[in-house]
């Protein structure tokens, strides 16, 4: 992956570098925020983003991710250096569009009245040092936190591993909350792999994904395969399957499984 390029919010434009997937550069000129924080040509696109992760954090309790107001969700805001992220400590059941703030990749409140996530600096410099991610999820489930507390991979010994996260699902480091120590982990342990999941030592999974919604997904896949393996052990030692076997059901599943786009 080729380095994000950024410069101050006072400048007009960023540039983001990035691979075409052929192993060429292209760059694309992205917007700085205005003195209001929101440049006016992507006033509807933060909107609608703010719709959608607002909705996408109904499924983290949903699905049984989260307890309380642990968790978070965030979508990055194509075309600008921004994010979508929900306020810290606000109940699930009061998150709609209006009460989801927007901040730079500094981790800068630029739009809203409440005081961001406090895992905001971890998804800041996610997007700010991966721009082939468009969404991130950090949930405590249960099952995935477990296996970050004993900070142990979850082996590939399931297809559904092979095919959602391409091998073992590994454990970053361990890092305290507070600044972008836990963002630098992610980073450092996701950019040479194919997995969409970390588990961040004794605290928890993070997710990433071509946008919010496919983070969520990934959110709920590592969740169950963290309850089946466990399962498994109860057992005896489950089978890890082969490099090759991986490769092509991964393969397969990111490229051929589903419907594809309509023509």
Same mark, same amino acid.
């Given at each position: 992956m080729l380095p994000l390029t950024l410069r101050t919010h006072s400048e007009v434009t960023e540039t983001v570098e990035s691979s075409d997937g052929r192993g060429r550069t292209t760059s694309a000129e992205v917007a700085a925020p205005t003195a209001s924080g929101i440049p006016d040509e992507l006033r509807d696109v933060v909107e609608a983003l703010k719709v959608e #992760?607002?909705? &996408?954090?109904?499924?983290? $309790?949903? /699905?049984?991710?989260?307890?309380?107001? +642990?968790? /978070?969700?965030?979508? =990055?805001? $194509? !075309?600008?250096?921004l994010l #979508?992220?929900?306020?810290?400590?606000?109940?699930?059941?009061? &998150?709609? $569009?209006?009460?989801?703030? @927007?901040?730079?990749?500094?981790? /800068? &409140?630029? %739009? !809203?009245? =409440?005081?961001?996530?406090?895992?905001?600096?971890?998804?800041?410099? #996610?997007?700010?040092?991966?721009?082939?991610?468009?969404?991130? #999820?950090?949930?405590?489930?249960?099952?995935?936190t477990a296996w970050?507390?004993?900070? %142990?991979?979850?082996?590939?010994?399931?297809?559904?591993? !092979?095919?959602?996260? !391409?091998?073992?699902? $590994?454990?970053?480091?361990?890092?305290?909350i507070g600044d972008d120590s836990i963002g630098r982990g992610?980073? %450092?342990?996701?950019? /040479?792999?194919r997995s969409r999941a970390v588990l961040m030592a004794n605290h928890g999974p993070f997710t990433i994904g071509t946008d919010a919604r496919d983070a @969520?997904? +990934? +959110?709920?896949?590592?969740?169950? @395969? +963290? =309850?089946?393996?466990?399962?498994a052990r109860q057992l005896g030692e489950p089978v890890p399957i082969p490099q090759a076997d991986i490769d092509r059901l991964y393969d397969r599943y990111q490229n051929v499984y589903g419907q594809g786009s309509a023509e």
């Amino acid at each position: 992956m080729l380095p994000l390029t950024l410069r101050t919010h006072s400048e007009v434009t960023e540039t983001v570098e990035s691979s075409d997937g052929r192993g060429r550069t292209t760059s694309a000129e992205v917007a700085a925020p205005t003195a209001s924080g929101i440049p006016d040509e992507l006033r509807d696109v933060v909107e609608a983003l703010k719709v959608e #992760v607002a909705a &996408l954090h109904a499924e983290l $309790p949903r /699905n049984q991710l989260v307890v309380w107001t +642990a968790g /978070n969700v965030s979508a =990055r805001v $194509p !075309g600008a250096d921004l994010l #979508v992220i929900k306020p810290s400590g606000v109940s699930y059941d009061d &998150l709609t $569009p209006e009460a989801m703030v @927007v901040c730079d990749l500094d981790g /800068n &409140l630029a %739009e !809203g009245t =409440r005081s961001p996530s406090s895992d905001t600096a971890a998804h800041a410099y #996610v997007y700010a040092h991966m721009p082939e991610v468009g969404g991130v #999820v950090h949930t405590h489930s249960d099952y995935a936190t477990a296996w970050a507390a004993r900070r %142990e991979p979850i082996p590939c010994v399931l297809t559904m591993i !092979g095919d959602e996260f !391409g091998g073992d699902i $590994p454990v970053g480091p361990f890092a305290l909350i507070g600044d972008d120590s836990i963002g630098r982990g992610i980073v %450092e342990t996701l950019r /040479n792999s194919r997995s969409r999941a970390v588990l961040m030592a004794n605290h928890g999974p993070f997710t990433i994904g071509t946008d919010a919604r496919d983070a @969520v997904k +990934a +959110a709920v896949m590592v969740e169950d @395969v +963290a =309850r089946t393996v466990h399962l498994a052990r109860q057992l005896g030692e489950p089978v890890p399957i082969p490099q090759a076997d991986i490769d092509r059901l991964y393969d397969r599943y990111q490229n051929v499984y589903g419907q594809g786009s309509a023509e």
